[in-house]
């Protein structure tokens, strides 16, 4: 090795010790006689000082050093001057007084701040990724991302479980995104599809008689990216035989609980952690994915606009639509532009609008001075005290409220479909506004009895809310002929703090009850066993009962590290729009190998697209 210690675990107990350091520069100070160096390498900071009548030659390699140059310093750990220790640093008791300073390779000046917390525009992030992984910010990520995988790997190598990997190059396992495909040399005209998750693969692990399965497993999915997503991603698969729902959960608990535990024992965890079904969870909060860090839940008010005249309300009562709203403690004061904010946020989730009652007196008794809205003279006193009275409004409150109308497509503007879409966004929005959202609390839960099936209005058929190999509840079975849109999965999720963290299930594993879901979902008889006759066969050599779930890491590791975007906690994530601005991926193909590949290209017509990623990538690069 060419160092004895690392930087940031010298302390105390190392003083009058001679050591050799090695690493990067992490800042230079001449004063004028001693020259300062704060050296850093993957532990962290150390103060180095070199001394120009103790160490001539030292000193004379120190002037030439710049930030980030790769250097080799040997000395003495000495204990600080009092009054100069700094107690910010771990090892700021001490410092090295060196004997020698090698400089082991130069650096140019880096494209941005490396010793400072400052932004720094994403794509030059991305590009000189690298460099950006040298940021104390980035390089706490990765390692805590380590130290979760790593209890990971502890917590369910304990409980019995092994890990095993399953292959890349597979036939496709619907997820329900778009496949990234590999052309086949061997078979042309055919691909592998990368897997949108290990699903098949687990649940045949489980015939296969292995009962605990787990994998830190990669997934593809070709979807459209977010704060949350990027095409590869990865989750801690797992699968289990002999289990119930339960079961499940407490162990996925348990593992949350114990990683807490081991990397941020600082942060708020509360369990045990809440099961909410699916349908509670929607009529409280509007989505399947609250943030539970606090309440502004929904209070539904459709029965009491009967009769109104109000035509928004009016028409949403008499199209069989809905209307419902948040209370909000304190808003009346809100001012005409933060209300027109927030209606805009509503707005952009497809809602009409937003109705705002503000109550300056105890609605009760409030006069229609007392009661501030745009819309009161149409509502009515009367109403608008009605609506109060409903969700608990006192004076100084708000009361937020969006209708929709029934009889419209889903995704049409002001239908009632929108409504809770909206609401959810409005909550999201007003959380953050009244800084209600505890940076230091994770407030996971679970999310239990999704429906099995959901409508696709553009393709006029049924879609599986999670896959196709999920169970419905026993009770349920019945309604997959009278009523499939009712009937209820074994599937869950976890979330939190807003975000939903992973999904599993309870999975059929018997041929009869699968070969009758994808009936259901309009799968021929032919086309089922094409795709997956595979696992049709396997269920008839005594497969167990069985059930799994997989939350990703990206998000769990962006959760615990307190980031926004699971950016933060990949070493070489991709853009928004999919591409790697340091790599210049995706980039167009050798001809040869198209041809050995049996392709040919065919290029969107009027824009020329050759190249375009690669292009867009060196525009990235700012070439
Ligand atoms: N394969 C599922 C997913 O990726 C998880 C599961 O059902 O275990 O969401």
Redesign the pocket.
């Known amino acids: 090795m060419l160092k004895t210690h690392y930087c940031g675990r010298l302390g105390t107990e190392h003083v009058g010790r001679q050591v050799t350091l090695a690493g990067w520069v992490h800042r230079r100070r001449d004063h004028g006689g001693l020259i300062f160096i704060d050296l850093r390498d993957s532990t962290g900071l150390v103060q180095v000082v070199v001394n120009p009548q103790k160490a001539p030659e030292a000193h004379a390699a120190a002037t030439g050093v710049r930030g980030e140059f790769v250097v080799q310093v040997a000395g003495e750990v000495t204990l600080r001057r009092p009054g100069t220790e700094n107690v910010g640093l771990p090892t700021g008791a001490i410092e090295v007084a060196a004997s020698e300073v090698t400089i082991l390779n130069g650096a140019k000046t880096p494209p941005f701040y490396i010793n400072e917390d400052v932004p720094v525009e994403d794509t030059l992030r991305l590009k000189y990724r690298y460099l950006d992984l040298r940021r104390e910010r980035m390089r706490d990520n990765i390692i805590l991302r380590h130290r979760i995988v790593a209890e990971i790997r502890r917590f369910l190598t304990a409980e019995g479980f092994i890990e095993i990997e399953t292959p890349v190059l597979a036939n496709p396992?619907p997820?329900g995104a778009r496949d990234y495909l590999v052309p086949s040399r061997v078979y042309p005209g055919n691909f592998y599809a990368l897997p949108?998750?290990?699903?098949q693969f687990?649940q045949l692990l489980m015939v296969a008689g292995f009962e605990r399965y787990f994998q830190i497993a990669r997934?593809y999915r070709d979807e459209d990216l977010r704060a949350d997503r990027q095409p590869e991603f990865t989750?801690l698969?797992?699968?289990m035989s002999f289990v119930t729902q339960e079961d499940i959960l407490e162990l996925i608990e348990e593992l949350y609980l114990s990683i807490a535990k081991t990397v941020r024992p600082d942060l708020n965890v509360p369990a045990p952690f809440p099961r909410l079904t699916y349908e509670e969870c929607l009529r409280r909060f509007g989505t399947d994915k609250p943030d539970l860090r606090y309440g502004l839940e929904l209070v539904s008010f459709t029965d009491l606009c009967a009769g109104t005249e109000f035509a928004v309300f009016k028409g949403a009562v008499d199209s069989g639509g809905s209307i419902e709203g948040i209370l909000v403690p304190g808003g009346a004061e809100f001012s005409r532009k933060e209300i027109d904010d927030l209606t805009e946020t509503v707005k952009q989730l497809g809602a009409r609008g937003l109705v705002s009652i503000g109550y300056f007196a105890d609605p009760a008794s409030a006069t229609e001075e007392q009661v501030r809205s745009p819309v009161l003279r149409h509502l009515g006193l009367e109403t608008a005290r009605k609506l109060a009275k409903r969700a608990g409004a006192g004076a100084g409150d708000l009361l937020l409220i969006v209708a929709g109308v029934g009889g419209i497509g889903m995704k049409e503007p002001g239908s009632v479909h929108r409504v809770k879409p909206a609401l959810d966004a409005l909550r999201r929005a007003l959380g953050a506004k009244l800084e209600l959202t505890d940076p230091d609390m994770l407030k996971f839960f679970f999310v239990v009895d999704f429906p099995l099936v959901e409508w696709n209005e553009d393709e006029n058929r049924w879609d599986s809310t999670?896959?196709l190999?999920?169970s419905v509840k026993p009770e349920d079975l019945a309604l997959l002929e009278s009523d499939p849109g009712k009937a209820r999965s074994v599937?869950y999720d976890i979330a939190c703090n807003g975000w939903e963290i992973?999904?599993?299930?309870i999975?059929i594993h018997r041929r009869k009850e699968q070969e009758q879901i994808f009936r259901l979902l309009g799968i021929n008889e032919e086309e089922a066993q094409i795709r997956f006759g595979h696992m049709l066969d396997a269920f008839e050599f005594g497969a167990p009962p069985h059930?799994?779930?997989?939350p990703g890491i990206d998000r769990t590791a962006a959760l615990f590290a307190q980031e926004t975007d699971i950016r933060e906690v990949i070493a070489f994530p991709k853009t928004k729009s999919a591409s790697d601005p340091m790599t210049g991926a995706p980039s167009p193909a050798d001809p040869s190998l198209l041809e050995t590949l049996h392709l040919k290209v065919v290029y969107p017509e009027k824009k020329d697209q050759r190249g375009s990623a690669a292009q867009e990538a060196e525009s990235e690069r700012g070439e």
């Open positions: 396992t997820e949108q998750s290990p699903q687990k997934c989750q698969d797992l699968e999670h896959h190999f999920t599937a992973g999904s599993g299930s999975r059930g799994g779930f997989a």
